[in-house]
């Protein structure tokens, strides 16, 4: 079935540090890719998503790059902030099953000043 | 104004009570979804729904049921609550524009005792 691996489980960086979380997805043809953000006592909220190949994702300074090639949606901001601090997690929807998602297991982003 | 809204924010519950957890869209979307999350679990699909009067099992049905009267509103019924039931839970709409994105209500914490 499809899957979504987030590689790191707990990342922590000082302000200003740049942030890579590593996103690796199986599925056939071509799944839609999501970043979602979850704020400490909040629901998970769609960070951007893309669906085709080569197409760049981007929002609040973070953006991803469809690479169907690698099988990969990594997430990188160039200089992190304290306020983003949150759980990010990686997630697919397929063209077999387009009404449900496949979520990473999430990435605990702690950003200190 | 909040597309995904869920009541109650907060529950305790006893062991063998019945809970019900409302979730209400404003979003007019045709899906509804309830997930749980847990640490070390991420999100977890229970039971997800296309449209009034219909319901599916999720990945994790057991110990749930879901019921969808109208394209509004959206409910998980646990019957005989149960200590390992004890966890945050989502609702979320989606599927408009037909790529899958889901928005997500701020959750429901439950406590079984």
């Known amino acids: 079935g499809d899957s979504v691996t987030q590689t790191e489980g707990q990342v922590a960086l000082s302000e200003e540090d740049f942030l890579t979380i590593h996103c690796n997805y199986s599925a056939s043809g071509y799944p839609t890719l999501f970043w979602y953000v979850q704020y400490p006592g909040e629901g998970p909220q769609l960070l951007f998503r893309a669906s085709r190949d080569k197409e760049k994702g981007s929002s609040r300074g973070f953006e991803a790059t469809y690479d169907k090639g690698t099988t990969s949606f990594h997430l990188r901001k160039a200089s992190v902030q304290e306020s983003d601090s949150a759980v990010y997690y990686c997630?697919?929807?397929?063209?077999?099953?387009?009404?449900?998602?496949?979520f990473g297991q999430g990435t605990s982003l702690s950003v200190v000043p | 104004e909040a597309a995904v809204t869920q009541s109650p924010r907060n529950k305790v519950a006893v062991t063998g009570g019945k809970v019900t957890l409302s979730c209400n869209q404003t979003n007019n979307h045709n899906n509804m979804y309830w997930y749980r999350q847990d640490t070390g679990h991420g999100l977890r699909l229970i039971h997800y729904?296309?449209?009034?009067?219909?319901?599916e099992k999720g990945d994790i049905p057991d110990g749930y049921k879901a019921s969808r009267p109208s394209q509004e509103n959206f409910s998980l019924i646990l019957e005989l609550a149960t200590p390992s039931q004890t966890s945050v839970y989502f609702c979320?709409?989606?599927?408009?524009?037909?790529?899958?994105?889901?928005?997500f209500g701020p959750g429901t914490r439950l406590l079984v005792l």
């Open positions: 729904s296309y449209g009034a009067g219909s319901t």
């Open positions: 979320a709409s989606g599927d408009a524009d037909g790529l899958g994105t889901q928005y």
């Open positions: 997630a697919l929807s397929s063209s077999s099953s387009f009404s449900k998602l496949v």
